[in-house]
């Protein structure tokens, strides 16, 4: 009788970088799902529906959930449809054309910081017909840092003070601005405000806040993923 064989021991292959055109691709079905998702949330917190349409649309969501089969990535795992730092991040809660919570925001360099365009919808809502202050905040602390990446040094927020001057209203476009306005060892000091579209010279709401550079023994333990 012959030995028994020993398989080889199995092997998890090296993932495959996607190229460009194929994370444009998928970058452009993300969007485009993550589109229909906000129509989706939008229409659900504004919608008074019969309830038995409610069960019948959680039945048909559970199904569609359930097809989202391929595998999920770990906590801290950068997406491969993102660019970290400072660049694309398809699943931001800001900026994410991806996310059904973001607006999303569009960012571009301004007047020596940067600036974001967005309108917020009903699912922002704090009181009726205004913007949650929580929701004010994300979208500044989000600007903020990437004013901070846009000088040259990405940081993480030690602190965030905000003024709200004004009620931000619900579906009106807002201009959104962060500037750096000094650093001090890996402090970095910044400055943000919220502003309606059509009146960009009256803010709505203002921040100042503090951010700070973490050191690459700080940065790798943070971001494990990121190639040093």
């Known amino acids: 009788m012959s030995a028994p064989t020993t398989e080889p021991p199995a092997t998890n292959p090296t993932p495959v970088r996607p190229t460009a055109e194929e994370l444009d691709h998928q970058r452009t079905a993300i969007a485009a799902l993550g ?3 906000r129509a989706l949330v939008d229409a659900t917190v504004r919608t ?3 309830t038995e349409t409610l069960h019948r649309v959680t039945e048909g969501v559970r199904r569609l959930t359930g097809q989202l089969t ?25 900026t994410g054309a ?25 699912a922002h809502e704090g009181p009726p017909g205004f913007v949650h202050g929580g929701v004010s905040a994300m979208l500044l ?5 990437w004013a901070c990446y846009a000088a040259g040094t990405p940081a993480m927020t030690v602190s965030l003070q905000m003024r709200y001057h004004r009620p931000v209203p619900v ?13 001090e060892d890996r402090k970095i000091f910044v400055d943000g405000s919220i502003s309606i579209e059509d009146d960009p010279s009256v803010s709505v709401v203002t921040a100042e806040g503090v951010f700070v550079a973490p050191d690459p023994d700080r940065a790798r333990a943070l971001f494990p993923s990121v190639s040093s």
Do not use: K, N, W
């Not at 996310?99 to 309108?119: F, I, K, R, Y």
């Open 35 to 37: 589109h229909e998702l």
């Open 48 to 50: 008074a529906t019969p």
């Open 70 to 94: 391929g595998r999920r990535r770990s906590r801290a795992e950068i997406p491969a449809v993102d660019e970290f730092p400072g660049g694309v991040r398809m699943y931001s809660p800001v």
């Open 98 to 122: 991806g996310s059904p919570l973001a607006p999303p925001m569009q960012v571009t360099p301004d007047s020596g910081g940067v600036v974001g365009h967005c309108t917020l919808g009903i």
């Open 141 to 145: 602390d989000e600007l903020m840092g």
């Open 171 to 183: 579906e009106i476009p807002l201009r959104v601005y962060a500037r750096v306005t000094g650093t």
